[in-house]
């Protein structure tokens, strides 16, 4: 009886941390980034870092890996993140997605030799990813101000709060392995070099195509993010300024 009250007491205080967080959203700025000033020196922080560290090791790690070998990593991390899709399937009340995800993982962790190889989806089972601020957004909770975070890039209060949180829906985060901290670092690592590996092309076209990166990027975050929290369908009501 006290596990489950001081559960439930964790999770209501985590509901209402992201609903105080997201109720600092309201802003006259159009753009929702009254801290505009202070978002842009971040941007630059990060942007210096993505150019002189991150884009270079992601050239290297394509140059050094084939694309199979590079797919079987980006399987094998999508498939360690199916916990924190099921925990927030559940939360969201889709049932249906999560037996979907429970179905994926099974299969790819065992016919897919522990995730290496897709082998769900072409048996029609459908990849989907969910995270505890889509949660919080379904749940009525606002996303508050734009923000840029150092290391991290465009964010905002609800889905910092979800980051949080989805890191206590990871198994990983309990395990007692002696190398714990080792894995869990090169988990990371290898998510950064493949998230940025996967969009080379993509935001060196940004760059050459965009009068101001800051409000682009802004922009496809916020346009992003909202097609995720209403399943991929774009929101009418709250279309960011481009």
Avoid at 52 to 69: D, R, S, W
């Amino acid at each position: 009886m006290n596990g489950r009250l001081q559960t439930s007491s964790i999770v209501f205080s985590v509901f209402a941390l992201g609903s105080l967080l997201g109720g600092c959203a309201t802003s006259s700025s159009p753009d929702n980034d009254p801290y505009e000033s202070f978002n842009r020196k971040m941007f630059s922080v990060n942007d210096a870092l993505d150019q002189n560290v991150a884009l270079p090791a992601a050239k290297v790690y394509t140059h050094v890996l084939p694309e199979p070998a590079r797919d079987g990593i980006h399987n094998i991390l999508t498939n360690l993140n199916s916990p924190v899709t099921l925990a927030n399937d559940i939360l969201q009340g889709e049932p249906k997605l999560a037996v979907q995800t429970v179905g994926r993982a099974l299969v790819n962790t065992t016919i897919g030799l522990a995730g290496i190889v897709d082998v769900a989806t072409p048996m029609g089972i459908p990849f989907h990813e969910k995270d505890f601020g889509e949660t919080l957004a379904v749940w009525g909770v606002g996303e508050g101000p734009y923000l840029v975070i150092p290391l991290i890039g465009p964010s905002n209060p609800r889905d910092l709060t979800g980051r949080v949180v989805d890191i206590g829906f990871d198994p990983l985060t309990y395990a007692g392995m002696r190398e714990k901290g080792w894995w869990m670092g090169s988990r990371q690592l290898l998510t950064l070099l493949d998230e940025r590996s996967r969009n080379i092309d993509t935001m060196d076209e940004l760059r050459r195509s965009s009068v101001d990166l800051y409000a682009t990027l802004r922009s496809l975050y916020r346009q992003h993010r909202n097609a995720e929290i209403h399943g991929g369908k774009p929101d009418l009501q709250n279309l960011p300024n481009i």
